[in-house]
């Protein structure tokens, strides 16, 4: 009799249910299982997509063979002269609609995809925003015509193309930030300072002004003596004009339109002075920029000695103290 009484239950709430989805036809039947394999299936990120950042000819590019590669070093890549963008949207009961576009560190002679992003990726996932992580192009006389503005072209084309997708990946067009790391740090300041200008076919006028900033141990300045020479190297040659200097020297290009800004160093970075931070962080300052900043006692480059949970908890902390975290 207990049996009969369940199953006569269940066929009601069956018969009572909303049609499947398509896609949940195998689910099963029971009413109380299939409410929750649908909120199992809300909970879940959808697969990793991975896409070309240009369709057809690549800005600013020579005529090249492919010739990426591991670089071995902090489990890089060299080398790289076909951009790409990999979406990584959050499951759909935790998405906030905030865009975070990573740009990873190497010196503009390498990019640390796998040491610096993957882990933050999955965490800004998990905690329901969607994080792009801009494999961009590494300077090269070879194969560009002006190597300096290949990296910049790129991260412009990728928050164009995150806020031209926003409604199709339930984004917000206006909360759409940019985190890097290093020399990364130094191209997402670079897109904060100088994104009036457009490097990129942007027909449509679609603004390149990210909302926020995220920089972690980032360089900022080309100047001797505060900027990391190989980063400087890498970007502007080996004898770069005063005009190069300063026009990559984020620091000054603040303006009263640069987007709030959280800055996290190490007072021990032995690669990247924590000057570098200090500098933009007065800039910011001084034109009445919302910016927080963070400097460890002892944390290196790279913050190897840290905890992970400890310094991302600050990031973290920081986009919910400043909206960003909110549905």
């Known amino acids: 009799m207990k049996w009969r009484f369940g199953s006569?239950?269940?066929?009601?709430?069956?018969?009572?249910?909303?049609?499947?989805?398509?896609?949940?036809e195998n689910m099963p039947k029971d009413p109380i299982t299939q409410k929750f394999m649908?909120?199992?299936?809300?909970?879940?990120?959808?697969p990793a997509k991975t896409m070309p950042l240009y369709e057809g000819t690549i800005p600013n590019s020579k005529p090249t063979a492919d010739e990426e590669?591991?670089?071995?070093?902090?489990?890089?890549?060299?080398?790289?002269?076909?951009?790409?963008l990999e979406a990584l949207l959050p499951a759909k009961s935790k998405a906030n609609g905030t865009a975070i576009l990573?740009?990873?560190?190497?010196?503009?002679?390498?990019?640390?995809?796998?040491?610096?992003?993957?882990?933050?990726?999955?965490?800004?996932?998990?905690?329901?925003?969607?994080?792009?992580?801009?494999?961009?192009?590494?300077?090269?006389?070879?194969?560009?015509?002006?190597?300096?503005i290949g990296p910049l072209q790129d991260a412009q084309e990728a928050i164009r193309m995150v806020r031209e997708h926003a409604t199709e990946w339930k984004l917000d067009a206006k909360r759409i930030g940019v985190m890097g790391f290093s020399a990364g740090g130094h191209l997402a300041a670079t897109v904060g300072t100088h994104f009036q200008k457009s490097y990129i076919d942007n027909a449509d006028n679609v603004s390149l002004r990210p909302d926020f900033m995220i920089?972690?141990?980032?360089?900022?300045?080309?100047?001797?003596?505060?900027?990391?020479?190989?980063?400087?190297?890498?970007?502007?040659?080996?004898?770069?004009?005063?005009?190069?200097?300063?026009?990559?020297?984020?620091?000054t290009q603040v303006t009263d339109r640069?987007?709030?800004?959280?800055?996290?160093?190490?007072?021990?970075?032995?690669?990247?002075?924590?000057?570098?931070?200090?500098?933009?962080?007065?800039?910011?300052?001084?034109?009445?920029?919302?910016?927080?900043m963070t400097i460890f006692h002892k944390g290196d480059h790279g913050f190897f000695p840290l905890a992970r949970d400890d310094w991302e908890a600050m990031i973290f902390k920081w986009l919910e103290d400043n909206g960003w975290s909110k549905r």
């Open 8 to 24: 006569s239950l269940a066929l009601i709430g069956i018969a009572c249910s909303p049609p499947l989805l398509p896609g949940q």
């Open 38 to 46: 649908i909120t199992a299936v809300d909970s879940l990120a959808p």
């Open 69 to 84: 590669g591991p670089s071995g070093f902090m489990q890089g890549i060299k080398n790289v002269s076909r951009p790409t």
């Open 102 to 148: 990573l740009l990873p560190g190497g010196g503009y002679a390498g990019l640390s995809i796998a040491m610096e992003l993957e882990g933050v990726a999955s965490n800004l996932q998990d905690h329901g925003y969607a994080a792009f992580i801009v494999k961009y192009r590494l300077p090269s006389d070879k194969t560009m015509e002006e190597k300096s």
């Open 215 to 251: 920089l972690v141990y980032p360089v900022i300045s080309m100047k001797l003596g505060v900027t990391d020479i190989g980063t400087r190297r890498s970007l502007l040659g080996e004898q770069p004009t005063e005009e190069q200097v300063h026009l990559f020297s984020n620091e």
């Open 258 to 292: 640069t987007p709030p800004t959280l800055l996290l160093h190490a007072a021990d970075d032995q690669i990247v002075d924590v000057d570098n931070s200090v500098l933009f962080f007065e800039a910011l300052r001084h034109h009445h920029v919302p910016v927080d």
